[in-house]
């Protein structure tokens, strides 16, 4: 019934930019926070960035901080992530997660994922 559906994700020269969308289904879309999460091949998924129910609220993983923004529309039940400046060691499939009670800070605590968007970051 719940459905999270990426979208945005390819092929990319280093230094240029994507945006990723994240599509809500099934689920009260303002009352969730919002996150995306990366993970590459033979790697632990990290966290890239999260936002609140409002939107008020945003945090950003270390390796993105003043590279990537996390927005959100909650009329239209997305939420968006811009990557600008896009290196090679970002490539990796992105997540789009859902967090009920949380701040969308931990991935163990999600209730909802995504099937995930591959971006690739080349030199």
């Known amino acids: 019934q719940v459905q999270l559906a990426e979208s945005g994700g390819g092929l990319v020269q280093a230094g240029g930019s994507l945006r990723l969308s994240c599509t809500a289904s099934?689920?009260?879309?303002?009352?969730?926070?919002m996150a995306w999460f990366r993970q590459a091949p033979g790697k632990e998924r990290e966290l890239v960035a999260g936002i609140s129910w409002s939107g008020a609220t945003t945090h950003y993983g270390p390796s993105v901080e003043g590279r990537f923004s996390i927005s959100r529309d909650n009329p239209k039940n997305t939420a968006y992530l811009q990557m600008d400046n896009l290196q090679p060691e970002d490539t990796a499939v992105y997540y789009c997660a859902a967090d009920r009670w949380g701040l969308a800070t931990a991935s163990g605590n999600m209730d909802h994922w995504g099937k995930g968007t591959l971006v690739t970051v080349s030199s």
């Open positions: 099934g689920l009260t879309f303002s009352s969730y926070s």
